[in-house]
């Protein structure tokens, strides 16, 4: 009778939140639940919700459609990973084996009320409260960064007929008046040595975005592993009575990690000088290592010097870029080898 019940109000509430789909007949959603994530129709009235979701609120996790019984197995690990994400209080939807938690009608039925009530608190919210950016009449990313520096600067509001190249030549103009107060070599070397066009601005655009795309897949994983380890720890009898503090501890924790890259167009740049900085400091520390630095320049040269500048920077950029990460996994396999090698050298040294 239970079951019942919550399909009726399953089938009104998809109604109003203007569901189309073939669940709506007679019959066919008790069907659905009943095979639970082995019904490819019960994983797509889950995407659906979870897609409607996705639109108003900010999740990572993202729910698939199924076509056959033999992803049931893989749509209950996604199921699971925006479970945990959302912070579910059931604690039969978030506990117990993730591959068998699905294939219960009751459970099924408890996940689709769970998703609906959600996604019925989301618009609400919408509606009562307007987008923030309509709020605030924020504007663009470049507006506000063009904000950012007329208020740094300490200039005024610029007025309404005022052309682009009267504003930047206003803004470069305040920026000599401001560096001539300044020390000398207050301001350090600037990172661009040669003006640059439009097509190498894209160039160097497209190579961040790639940088970033290859961040985000990788860090998605890592989460994705992080999650499915701390969700094993709830399958023993003995670690179910502290799911809740499990949950209670990590959730705050996993809430603020995101895949999502922060990296700039500046802070690629600037680690095209980030090796020569680093030598110029640890030279500077010790003057023993000077001898010791020329010692393991002969056997590991690619971690102290960059090489010279080329004419072309763009070419010279994106060499480097596809340097700099590839060394980075390298240097993962020779950091063990690359420290001992250290220790020894100090050792002559010493003695």
Known sequence: MECDFMETDILESLEDLGYKGPLLEDGALSQAVSAGASSPEFTKLCAWLVSELRVLCKLEENVQATN???????????????????????LSLTSGDVTKRLLIQKNCLLLLTYLISELEAARMLCVNAPPKKAQEGGGSEVFQELKG??????????????????????????????????????VGKPLLRKPMGPA??????????????????????????LDVTVQSFGWSDRAKSQTEKLAKVYQPKRSVLSPKSTISVAHLLALLFMKALLRERMCAKHTSNKVLLSRIYNRYPEYIIPPPLLNNPIQKWAKDLNNIFSEDIQMANKKRGLTSVIIREIQIETH
Do not use: D
Not at 158 to 183: D, R, Y
């Open 68 to 90: 056959s019984p033999s992803e049931a197995e893989e749509f209950q690990l996604e199921v699971s990973g925006l479970l945990g994400e959302m912070n579910c209080p059931y």
């Open 149 to 186: 520096i007329c208020i740094a600067l300490g200039m005024s509001k610029p007025p309404a007929n005022i052309t682009m190249f009267q504003f930047f030549s206003g803004i470069e103009k305040k920026l000599n008046e401001t560096l001539a107060k300044v020390p000398p070599n207050h």
């Open 200 to 225: 190498h601005w894209e160039k160097i655009e497209a190579i961040n975005q790639a940088i970033a795309n290859e961040y985000e897949v990788r860090r998605k994983l890592l989460i994705k592993r």
